[in-house]
């Protein structure tokens, strides 16, 4: 009898309503510790992550305190320098292999870390995680391009905004105040006569099938008629009375455009909704391929046109030039021989926001 008892006792389970029981409080335990613990997972990826960036910060800091004479533009109020990762690792100051805790990958050798110099006079490191460099925009069909950063010289008498392309067709600055217009970072038109014609531009274009120009650009004071053409097809010394395929700002009192004008017809392509005398700091864009002129302001196609009879051709005979009739700030010119797609115009945009703090 005792044996049975026994027997019983040790071959009994749980009922259905003890192994209910006992779920619904695994259930309970598990939806109370998971997100804490993903939030820990989570909090400990930011921080490897934070680890990681600031450590190439450090040592971009301790290559530019043991460099400071390559960089002079730091010694001017909000100038910048931007150190790649490679050259971090070549003077030996982080590993060769230099892993994001992120993704789990190798950072690109040309990745760079901005170096900018405060109002208060500090120097401030920041990891891009981007090539932020003039090497980092597309370089495809790249034929011309000048850059804020990079200060004009003294050559043959004549002042030189250099080209950054193959294409080395430096810009010849006429009208200028040597002492006062580069400023750090851009180029300051503030008379009729500033004016830079590229040299040996005459070759840049294989053909008028296609092509991109953009212009990082602030209007101070801009009024009816104000141009920066940065193409156009003769060989008259006035910029503003010759049509062009460039960039017009024109103000008036429904709003202010960008125009795209060819010799034979004008195209007004609407850039901002609210009259102003002054716009503020852009990336515009003028694409043209076979078919169509787009205009881009930032990363944003606003505005269409397809191509129509008599459109005015850029050829071996256009020449490049730079104007404006009014007050504005140029930070970068880029031009290619070739359409962009909206992937590279955001590819460049994205360096633009870097460099030139672009909205």
């Known amino acids: 009898m005792n044996l049975f008892k026994k027997s019983r006792l040790k071959n009994h389970g749980f009922t259905m309503i003890e192994l209910i029981g006992i779920i619904t409080i695994m259930g309970i335990l598990l939806i109370m510790t998971v997100p804490s613990l993903i939030g820990t997972l989570e909090t400990n990826e930011i921080k490897r992550y934070e680890n990681f960036k600031r450590s190439i910060e450090l040592a971009s800091e301790t290559y530019v305190q043991e460099n400071m004479d390559k960089f002079p533009v730091l010694e001017n109020a909000e100038g910048k320098v931007f150190i790649s990762i490679k050259t971090l690792i070549d003077n030996n100051l982080i590993k060769k292999v230099v892993e994001d805790p992120k993704t789990e990958k190798k950072v690109p050798l040309d990745y760079t870390v901005m170096v900018s110099k405060q109002i208060d ?79 040996n531009s005459a070759n840049l274009f294989n053909s008028d099938l296609s092509f991109t120009m953009s212009i990082v650009v602030e209007s101070l004071n801009m009024y009816a008629s104000a141009m920066p053409i940065i193409a156009k097809n003769d060989t008259t010394s006035s910029i503003y009375t010759t049509k062009g395929i460039g960039i017009t700002n024109i103000y008036n009192p429904q709003s202010t455009y960008v125009s795209i004008k060819s010799t034979e017809k004008e195209y007004k392509l609407i850039a901002f909704d609210t009259p102003s005398v002054n716009f503020p700091k852009v990336t515009l864009t003028v694409v043209k391929d076979s078919n169509n002129i787009k205009l881009y302001k930032n990363k944003t196609n606003i505005k269409v046109f397809s191509i129509e009879a008599g459109y005015g051709s850029i050829n071996s005979n256009t020449n490049i030039k730079i104007g404006y009739n009014n007050t504005i700030n140029v930070y970068s010119v880029v031009i290619y021989d070739k359409a962009l797609t909206p992937t590279e115009i955001t590819k460049n945009y994205n360096i633009d926001k870097i460099r030139f703090g672009v909205e």
Do not use: C, R
């Open 121 to 199: 006079g500090t120097l401030n490191y920041e990891f891009n995680n981007i090539n932020a460099s003039p090497t980092g925009y597309v370089q495809d069909n790249l034929v011309l391009h000048y850059d804020g950063y990079i200060k004009p010289v003294i050559e043959n008498n004549s002042q030189i905004w250099k080209d950054l392309s193959k294409s080395q067709a430096n810009g010849v600055m006429i009208g200028f105040d040597s002492a006062n217009n580069w400023q750090n970072n851009k180029i300051l038109f503030n008379n009729n006569n500033n004016v830079i014609e590229a040299q």
